[in-house]
């Protein structure tokens, strides 16, 4: 594939989703979006994206569409609703929803999207803000292999980690043992940091010293100097974190598996929202760590 002659659509333009379509236009993708909202739209219309009415006018724009939308429902509605990519879309293109849905509801949609001869493949990622603004992005993709390698230099773009895990579904799968590790992690780092600084710990020190051992992790190098700074602005909402933890455990529950961490982190997580924290980042944790042990990092 020629991608300078490809046409890319991108649906879902928030924090991940408008990094990933201004590093499409770096790269020389023609790119047609849409967002609910029109700030983003106007953003990368000024950088040279192609502004569409609806998602059913950004499939009929383009080769590949890519979805980066918060939750199954929003998945669903936009390429299977009323006006929707199905009703845009031609033979054989290929659908990539790199969102975290749903995978019972994946399989669903890839079949109708098979039924009317398009083609579908589950993409969630894991890497943050930071990664969709670099390109290093963890991609892991459900699907048929042949149309994977087709849009293998579409996510060449997105990301540098990128693993076709099975048919339909598996993506979404995967990413969600992704959360399991990555909400269980970041309770870590935060038990962590209480209780370097409440032994008196020069914290940066600590991160330097544990960060390089077999303590090292994504969350440890980016999450904790963000925490340090005393900012709990998001590169993954703790609501959005909820919407996947609930999905991990509706998936362990199919499977009749526990997941008690998992669980307990979930209820965690929940003490953050009940406040109405739901948009901050995920490792607003530490004020609820803060909160059982009485103490404040700073």
Request: glycine residues 10%; neutral net charge; proline residues 4%.
């Amino acid at each position: 594939m020629n991608h300078q002659k490809e046409n890319i659509g991108v649906i879902g333009l928030g924090i991940m989703g408008k990094p990933m379509a201004k590093n499409l236009l770096n790269a020389g993708y023609n790119v047609t979006v849409f967002n609910r909202s029109s700030p983003s739209m106007d953003e990368l219309s000024s950088l040279g994206a192609h502004k569409a009415s609806s998602p059913k006018d950004v499939a009929a724009k383009s080769d590949i569409i890519i979805t980066m939308l918060p939750d199954t429902h929003d998945v669903k509605t936009v390429i299977l609703g009323n006006n929707g990519i199905m009703e845009g879309a031609s033979e054989n293109n290929i659908i990539i929803d790199m969102s975290t849905i749903s995978p019972q509801i994946t399989i669903e949609i890839a079949q109708s999207l098979k039924n009317n001869k398009l083609f579908m493949l589950d993409a969630p990622v894991s890497g943050g803000d930071t990664g969709a603004i670099n390109g290093t992005l963890s991609i892991m993709v459900g699907g048929d292999k042949n149309i994977f390698d087709k849009a293998y230099p579409v996510f060449d773009v997105l990301g540098k980690n990128i693993v076709h895990m099975g048919e339909n579904g598996k993506g979404q799968m995967t990413k969600l043992c992704n959360q399991v590790v990555v909400a269980i992690n970041m309770e870590a780092v935060c038990e962590s940091l209480i209780l370097g600084a409440k032994s008196g710990l020069d914290l940066n020190k600590l991160l330097k010293a544990i960060g390089a051992g077999a303590a090292g992790s994504w969350a440890l190098s980016n999450l904790a100097p963000r925490i340090l700074a005393k900012d709990l602005n998001p590169g993954f909402m703790v609501k959005h974190q909820q919407k996947d933890l609930r999905l991990a455990l509706s998936l362990a529950e199919d499977l009749s598996i526990p997941l008690p961490c998992t669980s307990l982190l979930h209820q965690f997580f929940r003490s953050i929202e009940a406040e109405g924290n739901g948009k901050l980042g995920t490792h607003s944790l530490i004020r609820y760590l803060e909160k059982l042990s009485d103490f404040k990092l700073t």
